[in-house]
């Protein structure tokens, strides 16, 4: 099988369902976010080895391209029946989060990126999380989109930002406090 098919060599693209759009449709920019997200979190995969993170991480990959593919999704023409995000996928990133809350010092300043390289990872998943969810509200607005997935995102940026203080945490590094005028 041959990797390239030249049928988007003029700048377009098919969404699952066979509608065209332009490549710089924003129903693209999202779902290409979702795939650069899911690239920086196989980053952090590859650099924090503590075994239930890396599990729970795989498992996100996997949501991601579920995400990915509703959002490649034409919402009216495609009859393709694809993976759903459910409420509980939602709930085990919050006991996530919880648990490795439970665990680390309270948060009292704003924490500046750094200290650890697989940290450092999770705040650039985190901020490109971020655009992924301001892309998924904007297009939202304009066309259907599943509301889990907004929910589901949100809520995975504070995870990745929990697990970059669990890793600095675990690898004894303090966390580098914001001070404002310094």
Same mark, same amino acid.
């Given at each position: 099988?041959?990797?390239?098919?030249?049928?988007?060599?003029?700048?377009?693209?098919?969404?699952?369902?066979?509608?065209?759009?332009?490549?710089?449709?924003?129903?693209?920019?999202?779902?290409?976010?979702?795939?650069?997200?899911?690239?920086?979190?196989?980053?952090?995969?590859?650099?924090?080895?503590?075994?239930?993170?890396?599990?729970?991480?795989?498992? @996100?990959?996997? +949501?991601?391209?579920? =995400?990915?593919?509703?959002? /490649?999704?034409? !919402? &009216?023409?495609?009859?393709?029946? *694809? %993976?759903?995000?459910?409420?509980?996928? @939602?709930?085990? +990133?919050?006991?996530? =989060?919880?648990?490795?809350? /439970?665990?680390? !010092? &309270?948060?009292?300043?704003?924490? *500046? %990126?750094?200290?650890?390289?697989?940290?450092?990872?999770c705040h650039v998943a985190r901020c490109v999380c971020r655009r992924a969810e301001r892309l998924i509200v904007e297009l939202s607005e304009k066309e259907k989109a599943e509301p889990l997935i907004l929910k589901y995102i949100n809520r995975l940026s504070d995870y990745l930002f929990v697990l970059s203080r669990?890793?600095?945490?675990?690898?004894?590094?303090?966390?580098?406090?914001?001070?404002?005028?310094?």
């Open positions: 099988m041959k990797i390239y098919t030249k049928k988007g060599d003029k700048g377009a693209t098919s969404l699952i369902g066979g509608v065209k759009v332009a490549k710089s449709s924003l129903r693209i920019h999202a779902y290409g976010t979702i795939d650069e997200l899911n690239s920086f979190i196989g980053v952090v995969r590859d650099s924090y080895f503590e075994k239930h993170s890396l599990e729970v991480l795989y498992q @996100i990959q996997n +949501l991601l391209f579920t =995400i990915g593919s509703n959002l /490649a999704a034409d !919402p &009216e023409k495609s009859r393709m029946e *694809l %993976p759903k995000i459910s409420e509980d996928d @939602i709930s085990i +990133l919050e006991q996530e =989060i919880d648990k490795m809350t /439970a665990q680390l !010092p &309270e948060l009292t300043h704003f924490i *500046l %990126p750094g200290g650890h390289i697989a940290a450092s990872h669990k890793i600095l945490a675990d690898n004894y590094v303090s966390e580098i406090k914001w001070i404002p005028g310094k």
